[in-house]
């Protein structure tokens, strides 16, 4: 019974001093909203990061470190510390601990996307996300020498369709002055989008790579000794050398084994890594960086919580008045000072419930224009349980805090006299 | 102690009531009080003579240093902080000079504030303490499409009898009132003062009035003076 005069007294006066409530409801909301955002897009990006690559089982390179040869492999980031020699990749396809291999081949660049020279192995194993397999949106995966496949985020970035001639460039790098201008590639193909750095290059085959490499010495091509593309035709191109190899094994017990073999061959000096070990090991290193975020967010909304504190004990002068009335009829200071925790409790609940609302208004609005630029995606989803285990803190704080100023008046209200206000 | 009324004993029985607020500070003695059940007393203190400090120690909001308080046959001094409290929302209805209700309450809530506060009370209204609200306000002559306005926006002749009704509901067996007339014009005073009279000997409650005014005392069956300090 007191309970629930206790909560219609405290909606009540809420609603009475709703003007000055308002404001620090809604600064309450935005800490919140910010808060509850930073952990959600948190969960999202590392998800979205963790399944960059999926279904990998190893990762293999030229003998270098675990980071370095992740950055350049999946990420597109860094270069390649040296090759490996194609009679290597052809042993390691015989090797019977492993069901497939998909060769790749970097080092050159399109308007500052990475080229990769790879084969159809690439579209049948290769995985990210969920297993999820690539697939092409328009057109076909690249049959001829001189076809090229589109990342998503390229085409659309650069307005590519299929059928274009592009001029691919030697080298990294955003601008290029020595391009493949003999050797032009027509778009035969556009991936559909992955939100990883799949959508961020563009895939030739490994013949193509060596044909507009055909009569190039040094980085800049010989004139004369280059290969035009009706000369192409019939020439055998096979590589020499690839950058690396994405790997996927018959059984997965046995990665640790079939990496130590690799890591130990005597042909030539190789590295296999485990590209989830080698995610988290990055992510755990970008981590600090998040943990500080959320820190700081959490301090906004202490400040925030400590602004609404300061209103509240603000009013308290004005609510003299009504604590001697409610005293002088009968009501125990215990009642008064659950006055104060109700209100700072709803108040916080009301703020969560907003933010909540605003966070989800924001997901839906931006979440289309965030994949278009970013090619994160950024779903809608529940919230998972650290999130509510956040949201649930900020009432829970409030709790905390309004502490102090129900106490006080609990301990005022217990030594008021009939008709006292207690301002002498 | 449990704090229960008895029907037979005095409404009111104060004896040798001595109250200090500091050991400096004077000593302050009050005058003995018997009060009958439905007799109403007219208390004379000027300003000085620790009229609020009596109201206290009645009200159980303050405890004395000798002397005790008897109310319906129960020493309220006796009992507990909460049992005080729980006692005073049974049994008392009280009235201040100004200030008297809850500002974000309507006229209404106000009045039946006291019923959430004690089951006594509630079960004391006739059918519910809604519809006895607004027998006592209709008959405080507040107008009905006032009932459900927000206090704030009543005159204070008003607000002064929403309070009254406020001390009435429930058929309290005393009504402490603190200069409820103070800050009215003296037509509005007379008003106040008949209507509450008679809406509180309707419902058998004893009013303790404690004014400073001495033409408002023959309205009284009894009258007292507080000296504040003797001796």
């Known amino acids: ?424 | 102690m449990p704090l229960s009324s008895q029907a037979s004993a005095l409404a009111l029985d104060v004896r040798n009531l001595r109250f200090r607020w500091t050991p400096e500070q004077p000593l302050l003695c009050f005058p003995d009080i018997q009060l009958a059940a439905g007799e109403h007393l007219f208390i004379h203190g000027p300003s000085g003579t620790g009229k609020s400090t009596f109201l206290s120690l009645l009200a159980g909001m303050l405890s004395p240093d000798s002397g005790t308080i008897q109310m319906l046959g129960n020493d309220i001094h006796q009992a507990r902080a909460g049992a005080r409290d729980r006692f005073r929302a049974d049994h008392v209805g009280v009235i201040f000079q100004q200030f008297n209700l809850v500002p974000y309450l309507t006229a209404e809530a106000n009045v039946t504030l006291p019923c959430r506060l004690s089951a006594r009370r509630r079960a004391a209204t006739v059918t519910s303490p809604t519809d006895e609200a607004h027998r006592l306000l209709a008959a405080l002559t507040i107008p009905a499409d006032h009932w459900h306005r927000k206090v704030t926006r009543l005159s204070i002749g008003q607000q002064q009898r929403v309070a009254a009704a406020r001390a009435l509901i429930g058929s309290p067996e005393l009504i402490l009132a603190d200069e409820p007339t103070s800050a009215l014009d003296s037509d509005n005073r007379d008003r106040f003062l008949d209507l509450l009279l008679t809406l509180a000997e309707e419902r058998n409650s004893s009013v303790l009035f404690v004014s400073h005014d001495r033409t408002l005392a023959p309205h009284f069956h009894h009258q007292i003076a507080l000296q504040g300090t003797s001796s």
């Open chain 1, 1 to 424: 019974m007191k309970a629930a005069l206790a909560l219609s007294l405290a909606s009540s006066s809420l609603w009475h001093r709703r003007k000055v409530l308002a404001l620090v409801c809604l600064t309450l909301t935005l800490s919140v909203t910010l808060l509850l955002g930073i952990q959600y897009l948190r969960t999202e990006v590392k998800q979205s990061f963790t399944s960059t690559i999926s279904d990998t089982d190893l990762i293999i390179g030229a003998r270098s470190g675990q980071l370095n040869l992740l950055l350049y492999t999946v990420f597109h980031i860094g270069n390649a510390t040296n090759n490996i020699r194609w009679s290597t990749f052809k042993k390691l396809e015989q090797d019977e601990h492993i069901r497939w291999l998909i060769p790749i081949s970097l080092g050159d660049s399109y308007k500052g996307y990475r080229v990769v020279a790879t084969d159809s192995r690439m579209l049948t194993h290769f995985r990210y996300g969920q297993g999820q397999p690539l697939t092409v949106a328009k057109g076909q995966w690249f049959d001829g020498i001189f076809d090229v496949v589109a990342g998503a985020g390229v085409a659309r970035a650069l307005g590519h369709q299929v059928g274009d001639s592009i001029v691919l460039s030697h080298g990294g790098g955003q601008t290029s002055f020595s391009n493949h201008e003999q050797t032009p590639f027509t778009v035969t193909g556009i991936l559909a989008p992955t939100g990883t750095p799949v959508d961020q290059a563009v895939y030739i085959s490994l013949d193509g790579m060596e044909a507009m490499h055909v009569g190039w010495s040094s980085g800049v091509a010989i004139p004369g000794r280059t290969l035009t593309p009706d000369k192409a035709e019939g020439r055998d191109f096979t590589p020499h050398a690839i950058t690396a190899a994405f790997a996927g094994l018959e059984q997965k017990i046995l990665t640790f084994r079939v990496q130590r073999a690799i890591n130990e061959s005597a042909a030539e000096p190789l590295s296999a890594i485990l590209p989830g070990v080698a995610l988290s090991d990055l992510w755990r290193l970008m981590g600090q960086f998040e943990r500080a975020l959320i820190g700081i967010t959490g301090f906004v909304v202490v400040t925030s919580l400590i602004g609404l504190i300061a209103v509240l004990l603000t009013l308290q002068a004005q609510r003299a008045h009504e604590i001697a009335v409610l005293r002088a009829i009968g009501a125990s200071p215990s009642l008064m000072a659950a006055l104060y925790v109700i209100e700072c409790v709803v108040l916080a609940l009301l703020a969560c419930v907003l933010a909540v609302a605003l966070g989800t208004l924001a997901i839906l609005a931006l979440s289309p224009w965030i994949l278009a630029h970013y090619g994160l995606h950024i779903p809608l989803r529940p919230l998972n349980l650290n999130e509510w285990v956040l949201l649930t803190s900020v009432p829970a704080t409030a709790l905390l805090v309004a502490l102090a100023p129900a106490f006080s008046t609990w301990r005022q209200s217990r030594s008021l006299g009939f008709g006292d206000t207690g301002e002498k």
